[in-house]
């Protein structure tokens, strides 16, 4: 109330003091100050107190003058505040102020699926392409995440990401798995390689042993057969021409043939061929 009554007593001091000034038209100084001040007519304020002074201004050049000493000013914008949509806003983002009530139009019309569909492949996709650019899945897993989020398999990021990393991680065990496969072959590989370098050798030790068994006993077999053919010599026939030696003679001495004939061979040595039989010679009559 005390509020109300202040303005009301300026409201009539204005009036009275307008009362008593003379009434004059001030259309023009408005018009000139609007363009000079370059606004429109309801922005520009002039000095009631000031009134007499402003009405013999007729040009823009008094006009100027009249804004430098502060007797014609441009009002400031009024101020159109958004502080209390920004606030309903906020509360309808929490869901308030959006029951059944204050709805018009059907759930599709106020917000269609195609709308919502194109939202999320355009979110998903984006996510595949940024995962592609840093690497962190190839073109491949790619490709294959594509058709499935056209496919509708996701349904937001956040299984999109859990998919990736299960996949990621199935990838990578089975590559471990393959890795420790190719090792078990590659181990397997070798300890048969060393079995069979192993068996070859000893394969080539026995018969380098039977083959040293078997030389041994050929060279035993034909020492054997030279000790026969020097114990059992070819016996010389006696011709009855030949007389017998008396006791009184002296036996005829052995020559140098039969000696060598009768001394035993060297071990290992071939026995040497025998002498060819010499013609008997003509007994003395």
């Known amino acids: 109330f005390h509020k109300n009554s202040l303005v009301l007593n300026r409201r009539k001091k204005f009036k009275t003091a307008l ?5 004059v038209s001030l259309k023009i100084q408005k018009r000139l100050a609007s363009s000079v001040l370059k606004c429109g007519k309801r922005k520009v304020w002039l000095d009631p107190n000031e009134i007499s002074e402003i009405a013999l201004a007729n040009s823009r050049q008094n006009i100027r003058k009249l804004v430098k000493d502060g007797y014609v000013i441009k009002k400031p914008v009024v101020v159109h505040t958004r502080a209390n949509v920004r606030a309903r806003l906020a509360a309808k983002r929490k869901g308030r102020h959006m029951g059944t009530g204050k709805r018009k139009g059907s759930r599709e019309a106020r917000l269609p699926t195609r709308i919502l569909w194109i939202r999320r492949m355009r979110v998903l996709r984006r996510m595949l392409k940024k995962y592609r ?3 962190k899945i190839d073109k491949h897993l790619y490709a294959e995440l594509y058709r499935k ?3 509708n398999v996701f349904k937001n990021k956040r299984v999109l990401m859990e998919f990736i990393h299960k996949a990621k991680a199935e990838k990578t065990r089975e590559k ?3 890795e420790q496969a190719e090792a078990r072959r ?3 590989k070798a300890q048969k ?3 069979d370098a192993q068996k070859k050798e000893e394969s080539a030790a026995q018969n380098a042993a039977e083959k040293k068994v078997k030389k041994e006993e050929t060279a035993a077999k034909e020492a054997a057969a030279d000790k026969k053919t020097v114990k059992t010599p070819a016996a010389k026939p006696q011709t009855p021409a030949a007389v017998a030696p008396t006791a009184t003679s002296p036996a005829p001495a052995a020559s140098k043939k039969d000696a060598a004939a009768a001394a035993p061979a060297p071990k290992g040595a071939k026995a040497a061929a025998p002498a060819p039989k010499a013609a008997p010679k003509a007994g003395k009559k």
């Open 186 to 188: 590659n181990k397997s």
């Open 19 to 23: 009362k008593n000034s003379t009434m």
């Open 176 to 178: 471990e798995l393959a």
């Open 133 to 135: 650019a840093a690497k």
């Open 149 to 151: 989020v056209k496919g």
């Open 193 to 195: 390689e060393k079995k």
